[in-house]
């Protein structure tokens, strides 16, 4: 599951592409400094107050949205995959996770507001944010007041654990995000390494990504080219279209999240039908395995199935 900014629209949230308001009034100092200035680590050292402020406007519209049912018919599909799954999103707003998306099974290629880091930094690490930034008022509707967020170890300034877009921002710790990398890198790995690779149909869920930012794709592509039986559904309202060796393996849906998400959980339980089946699979030594699976799975999905079941390998 590949999601961009387009996921959240239906929460309330903005697209990158209309980053002038998220969920309520837009951040006051906007309309002086646009979104791909502003989204800079260097306000952090020249104007910490500045940078705070747009921040912590930010943080409260991700944590006042609740995200939409669309993550949970996600989640539901995901349940079924009897390979597991995972979800790689440039999103920082946490919205996978408060939906209940497993913490082990994501990637935030663009960090989270969830977590801090130095502003320097001191060291790698990272830590949880707060529910709540307090912040004293300030004359100045594009600046905060009073005290400021600090590292918890060198005492210095702090800041959102986040991959800042207006700079190459040198300064982001990558530390969480290279170990949810190389837990996904090691998930990948195991089902490039099957006997039936090849046969194996791994399906790419992309949801609300364009090109604007365009690292969601680009990992699209890369997923595509390594597993020759992936599939492709891509769901953008815009930016639908798919290039010539995508078109053969995949298809496009120019709706909001949602709307598609709803569309194909309701197509998808009509061709599912509503019985299973028990399944008896007995190998050459007469051993027999036992596994409940809708009547239309094929076979490889039976036998994947009952290796998660069993904690086996075929």
Not at 35 to 60: L, Q, V
Request: contains cysteine; hydrophobic residues 35%.
């Amino acid at each position: 599951v590949c999601t961009g900014s387009g996921m959240g629209v239906d929460s309330g949230l903005s697209t990158v592409k209309g980053l002038a308001s998220m969920n309520g009034p837009s951040w006051p100092g906007l309309s002086q400094t646009p979104y791909e200035e502003i989204c800079s680590s260097r306000w952090f050292e020249e104007e910490p107050e500045r940078a705070w402020s747009f921040w912590d406007h930010s943080a409260k519209s991700f944590s006042s949205a609740a995200p939409h049912p669309g993550y949970d018919l996600v989640q539901k599909w995901a349940q079924e995959a009897p390979l597991g799954h995972y979800c790689f999103t440039s999103n920082f707003d946490g919205h996978w996770l408060r939906a209940g998306w497993p913490e082990d099974q994501v990637v935030e290629v663009f960090g989270s507001l969830s977590h801090m880091q130095c502003s320097r930094p001191c060291m790698s690490a990272t830590w949880p944010a707060p529910d709540k930034f307090r912040f004293a008022s300030s004359e100045r509707q594009d600046r905060v007041g009073g005290r400021l967020p600090k590292c918890q170890w060198c005492g210095r300034g702090a800041r959102p654990n986040v991959k800042m877009f207006g700079s190459n921002d040198a300064q982001f710790s990558k530390h969480r995000l290279l170990a949810q990398i190389s837990r996904y890198d090691n998930w990948l790995r195991e089902i490039e390494g099957r006997d039936q690779n090849g046969l194996l149909r791994l399906v790419c869920l992309e949801v609300g990504s364009g090109r604007t930012v365009p690292t969601v794709r680009q990992h699209i592509e890369m997923l595509m080219a390594r597993f020759p039986g992936a599939r492709l559904i891509r769901i953008n309202p815009d930016e639908f279209d798919l290039n010539e060796e995508e078109t053969k393996r995949g298809v496009s849906i120019p709706l909001s999240a949602l709307q598609a998400l709803q569309g194909i959980d309701k197509r998808w339980q009509i061709q599912k039908g509503p019985s299973s089946c028990r399944f008896l699979i007995k190998d050459r030594n007469n051993n027999f395995g036992e596994v409940i699976a809708p009547q239309v799975a094929c076979v490889f999905h039976v036998l994947n199935l009952l290796e998660r079941q069993e904690d086996i390998k075929l």
